[in-house]
């Protein structure tokens, strides 16, 4: 009797949308899928189960989102942390009985698969994002109870290591690679910048995310706008360019940019 492949559950933002998440998700499951070595199935937030999108998606997967259903609706709309994969997670569990189960995501999007009834029956991935310290003990807590836990980057992994003492040992680090179909160097810069309608003598200092509460908008522009303050001269020909979302539910840049005489 042939031994079944190891099945991996990935939960996260469904992986045919195009958000940080759901890329990295399509990077990292098409290659596992690829190898012919494992069972892929994905709880994918945002999507429903049967989405024509998930058509492109060649392992298992299931939605998140609830149907047309009011008491599904109902149920959806409950708890604020069910959009992550909650009211769902432990159904899937039985369902597709994985080995393991991979995340990647922030803590309230993961803590859940810590506290299930099934906890014991699933070897626990994790790759949380760390971008600030210290840590919230609770955090902490959860992690220290994965079994397997990389970071984004060198800075995540000592921030943990350090914080949790022996309580975690970060596996590896596993940073989002870039497409190098799609980004690479350009050889003509000036004619490149002329395209687009930049002067071919300017420095761009760019940033492109999301315009959220938690991305630290004032504090960058501040520091621009001290920035320039201080080096009048050397600043003249430099430009901070913001690339985001319009409209989002963030900071009001313009208000910022004024406040901050960057303009």
């Known amino acids: 009797m042939s031994r079944r492949k190891p099945r991996i559950l990935w939960c996260g933002e469904s992986s045919f949308l195009n958000t940080g998440y759901s890329v990295y998700a399509r990077e990292v499951l098409s290659r596992l899928y690829n190898t012919d070595k494992y069972e892929i199935a994905e709880l994918g937030c945002y999507g429903l189960s049967g989405d024509n999108r998930s058509s492109s998606v060649p392992w298992r997967y299931y939605g998140n989102l609830p149907t047309e259903d009011q008491q599904e609706v109902d149920l959806y709309n409950s708890s604020s942390t069910y959009q992550f994969g909650e009211w769902r997670f432990e159904d899937v569990l039985l369902d597709f009985k994985p080995d393991i189960v991979c995340d990647i995501r922030d803590w309230w999007m993961i803590e859940y698969q810590q506290r299930s009834v099934y906890r014991d029956f699933y070897h626990w991935m994790i790759m949380p994002t760390i971008d600030s310290a210290p840590q919230q003990e609770e955090w902490l807590a ?88 201080t080096y009048p001269e050397e600043s003249k020909d430099v430009f901070l360019y913001l690339h985001t979302t319009y409209p989002d539910h963030g900071w009001d840049i313009p208000r910022l940019i004024r406040e901050s005489s960057v303009c």
Not at 194 to 217: E, W
């Open 142 to 229: 959860t992690y220290m109870d994965a079994d397997t836990v990389f970071t984004y980057s060198e800075y995540g992994r000592d921030v943990l290591e350090k914080e949790a003492g022996c309580g975690i040992t970060v596996t590896d680090i596993c940073s989002p690679g870039a497409n190098l179909e799609k980004f690479f160097p350009i050889e003509d810069k000036a004619g490149h910048r002329a395209a687009h309608g930049f002067q071919d003598d300017v420095f761009i200092i760019g940033t492109v995310m999301r315009n959220q509460k938690r991305k630290l908008y004032p504090e960058l522009i501040s520091a621009f706008s001290k920035y320039i303050k």
